[in-house]
């Protein structure tokens, strides 16, 4: 199949689509076929600049404006996004924040950002796009799946991560918030799956990436020896909402250089 039929006359939401690993996913979903709506918390000229991008590569697409750790702005986006589409057919969770501190001086407010975007805003969402495609079902013209959810979780859903404890906490809650939505889903035919990027170039992580001496750094913790764009996590996203992966459910598909292979252990040990 080519690749712009791959999710032709599906409707595509991608949260947090305004910036970095969402915005390569937006536009992968738009040169996959999809119409994508462009999710943005605060950035409503970013997510403008986004929905240009994908309509200028032949696309199809809008931006919806919502918090994702608020329930009534989230059902508002869903119900906004149904009415002007019909309905929804691929959710992707991929707003997230990081809040770095070290563990005795973190506070509340830094765990509490964190845990309600990345994991209840992932939970909020999903629970809204499960509700529609039980309500539609499985319709084959569009695709084999009455569903297909896609969380963005990351490397550290397993590797431990001092100083961003919170973080972690909640990629490891993501972990088993998406295995465990498979499990229920799956008689309904709806697909649920992660994506775990390792170290991907965007701002949040800009740090580790900005100086060759921060990046040099960073590389010894990619065996593949190079960091990632947002287009490499773009492309499997795209694949894993399409038909080519319908037997896959409750999987982490794992995007990182190798970055979970222990890379110590090449020499050491
Ligand atoms: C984090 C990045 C980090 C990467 C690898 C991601 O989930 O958001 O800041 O570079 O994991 O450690």
């Not at 999809?34 to 950035?43: C, L, M």
């Not at 990081?98 to 563990?103: A, L």
């Not at 809204?128 to 539609?136: G, H, L, M």
Request: glycine share 10%; charged share 25%.
């Amino acid at each position: 199949m080519d690749k712009e039929e791959l999710l032709k006359n599906q409707v595509a939401l991608v949260t947090g689509a305004s910036s970095g690993i969402g915005t390569g996913i937006a536009k992968a979903m738009g040169a996959a076929g999809a119409t994508v709506i462009v999710n943005y918390a605060s950035s409503e000229e970013s997510a403008n600049t986004v929905v240009e991008e994908v309509s200028d590569a032949g696309g199809k697409a809008r931006a919806i404006r919502a918090d994702v750790s608020d329930e009534a702005e989230v059902t508002e986006m869903f119900r906004k996004a149904v009415e002007q589409f019909g309905t929804i057919d691929v959710l992707v969770n991929n707003s997230g924040v990081q809040k770095d501190s070290e563990f005795v001086n973190m506070t509340l407010k830094q765990w509490q950002t964190v845990i309600g975007i990345n994991l209840t805003g992932a939970f909020l969402c999903a629970r809204e796009a499960a509700r529609e495609f039980i309500r539609r079902g499985v319709r084959p013209e569009r695709s084999k799946a009455a569903g297909k959810i896609i969380f963005v979780s990351s490397v550290h859903e397993v590797i431990p991560w001092a100083g961003h404890v919170n973080y972690a906490a909640s990629k490891g809650g993501v972990m088993l918030l998406m295995k465990s939505i498979a499990q229920e889903l799956a008689p309904h035919r709806i697909r649920v799956n992660s994506i775990g990027p390792g170290a991907i170039k965007t701002r949040i992580n800009r740090a580790a990436w900005e100086t060759p001496e921060a990046e040099a750094e960073l590389l010894r913790l990619i065996p593949y020896n190079r960091a990632g764009e947002p287009d490499d996590i773009g492309k499997v996203a795209a694949w894993l909402a399409s038909d080519e992966s319908d037997y896959i459910t409750g999987t982490t598909i794992f995007a990182d250089g190798g970055m979970l292979l222990y890379p110590g252990f090449a020499t050491g040990g």
